[in-house]
Every structure is written in structure tokens, then in C-alpha cells.
């Protein structure tokens, strides 16, 4: 490992990881994002090997992910108010890390995938992530208005999910509706309930933006349309939480049910 001690805004470094905080198109230009907290990096590091550099402020201890590390990733400490400006989140856990963006590839059997149209909110974009993960999903498309599949705040909501998750951005849903041979679902406030739909073998979930829904063009590329019950009073539930109750309504079904 080769420490430095960053204490000026002109450092490279500190560039470097600023803009890597900030910027969509920068990330993008140089393949790389930035971590934030121990468990995203040692989940990175537990798929992909040491990331190129960790960022710590002055002082704190390395010794919790120092067995992630090699010889030649590069350890910068920063004086707190330092830290602070690059740190990506209100709440920064102490320790960044940058990371090349892996690209991982689409199986080539699909028995549930996720398309995502325009999820603005980077929170929920990184809990449906990480509830896709945890119930099987193959494969992820987002539209091209969605958050920032590699900001650090969907990151930091998907808790690891990227690193094993294939995602494809900017898609065109119509192609990937064309080709899927299987039921194909769009999310509404209408239609049969998820939990009367069979939803056993291959299956595509549409889900729409966070106000307004599903768009009608899009509606219109699937087979058939089913919601959510809900009590008397409630509108509509939040997406992640919808994602979640409709993925893991066919993992109950594929897997406990008689």
C-alpha cells in the first residue's frame, strides 16, 4: 500500500475523487465510480480484487479492510474538512474508496428480469436493485431518464447488489419486449391481482416512474397488467417497496409453493 497525506483542493487526488462524486458524464469518461463505507468495499473487493485507491480521513484506522488491499492501491488521507468535500452522501461513513465500474454479462437464461422506466430518486433505484439481487433476478434494464446506475447514492442503497447484478442502461424497451419469451408484466393501480397471476417460468416486471407510473407506450408492449391490493385510503406504495412485494411474490411461488 502507498499512503499520502492530501492536504490541498489543487492535489490530483482530490480532484479526482471530487469529480468522481459529482459527475455522471466524469465517471463515465474515466470507467470509474466511487464507494463509500467498508461493506461496499469489501463486497467490490470480494468479486473484483483491491480497488484502485482508498480514501480515509487523517488518523483513522485501515486495519478493517487492509486484507482488500495490495501493494499498489493507493491509501489517501485527508484532513476531515477535506474529506468532507468529497465525501458523496450527507452522512459519510469515514472511508472511500475508487473503483473501475465492472461490466458484468447477461445470462444467457432469464427466467425474471426488471425493466425500470425513468426511477429518478437514487434511493429507491438502489433498494430495487438490491431486492432484485436478493430474489433472483437475472437481469436489470433502465430507461434512459433513470438515476445514475453507478451514483453513490444508489450505490449505497444497492449495498453490494451492482457487483453481482447485471444491469443494462439507456434501453429500449420495445427490443427487449420483442424478444422475451414470457409473460411480460406492467405494475398499474389496475388489473389482476399479483397475488392471483401465475407467475411461474420466465417473467419480465415493468415498473414505472416514482408519480407518474408507466408511460402508455410502454404499457402497451406487455401482455397483462396487474397490481397490488391495498387497503381502503392508500394511493399507491412506494416503488421500491411495489418492486420488492412483486419479486418476491414469484420467488414464493417458484420456490414454497405447492
Given at each position: ?29 474515466v ?111 433502465l ?13 449505497r ?54 408519480g ?22 392508500i ?24
Open positions: 500500500m502507498k499512503r499520502q497525506l492530501i492536504s490541498s483542493r489543487g492535489n490530483q487526488h482530490f480532484k479526482h475523487l471530487k469529480k468522481l462524486s459529482e459527475s455522471p458524464r466524469y465517471r463515465y469518461e470507467q470509474q465510480t466511487i464507494l463509500d463505507g467498508i461493506h461496499l468495499i469489501e463486497s467490490y473487493a470480494q468479486r473484483f480484487g483491491s480497488p484502485d485507491s482508498v480514501a480515509l480521513i487523517q488518523g483513522s484506522d485501515i486495519n478493517k479492510i487492509s486484507g482488500y488491499l495490495n501493494e499498489n492501491t493507493q491509501v489517501l488521507e485527508f484532513p476531515a474538512g477535506l474529506f468532507s468535500e468529497i465525501a458523496p452522501v450527507m452522512s459519510p461513513t469515514g472511508i472511500l474508496a475508487s473503483i473501475n465500474i465492472p461490466h458484468l454479462d447477461a445470462p444467457k437464461k432469464q427466467n425474471c428480469i426488471l425493466l425500470l422506466e425513468n426511477i429518478q430518486d437514487p434511493g429507491n433505484l438502489g433498494s430495487i436493485l438490491r431486492s432484485a439481487s436478493a430474489s433472483g433476478v437475472d437481469l436489470v434494464y430507461s434512459d431518464h433513470c438515476a445514475d446506475l453507478w451514483s453513490p447514492k444508489v450505490l442503497g444497492g449495498q453490494g447488489a451492482h457487483f453481482y447484478l447485471p444491469c443494462v442502461e439507456n434501453a429500449v424497451f420495445s427490443d427487449i419486449t420483442n424478444t422475451f419469451e414470457g409473460k411480460i408484466f406492467a405494475t398499474e393501480l389496475t388489473g389482476k391481482s399479483i397475488f392471483k397471476e401465475n407467475l411461474k417460468g420466465p417473467v419480465a416486471f415493468i415498473f414505472g416512474n416514482e407518474s407510473g408507466l408511460q402508455s407506450e410502454t404499457i402497451s408492449l406487455t401482455s397483462h397488467s396487474i397490481h397490488i391490493p391495498m387497503e381502503m385510503g394511493e399507491s406504495l412506494n416503488v421500491s417497496a411495489a418492486v420488492s412485494i412483486c419479486l418476491y411474490e414469484k420467488y414464493r411461488q417458484e420456490n414454497f409453493s405447492d
